[in-house]
């Protein structure tokens, strides 16, 4: 098992430097709420970076896991947050 496996592009996180390696993604991954490690863009994600630590899997799915849970987050936050009627044309 390899945690210090690098990913080809690093993974650009919200907060400070973006992830070289496994380790570190998963470092920011634990920092995340509970409930927001506990959906399944995440809980997906998570599996993803598991396998490619244990060589079951590519270090690019991994890295696609955790964009596309990113991207998932954003667009649920975007979706939840409440529309101005005002600015609705």
């Known amino acids: 098992m390899s945690w210090d496996r690098p990913f080809a592009q690093p993974v650009p ?15 920011y991954i634990r920092t995340l709420p509970q409930p927001v490690r506990e959906r399944q863009e995440w ?19 991994a890295r696609m896991g955790i964009v596309r849970a990113f991207e998932t987050s ?15 044309s």
């Open 74 to 88: 954003i667009e649920t936050t975007l979706d939840a947050e409440p529309r101005d009627p005002a600015k609705a």
């Open 43 to 61: 809980r997906l994600a998570i599996q993803m970076l598991i396998d490619a630590a244990e060589d079951r899997g590519p270090v690019l799915f």
């Open 13 to 27: 996180l919200p907060k400070g430097p973006p992830a070289q390696t496994l380790r570190d993604a998963a470092d």
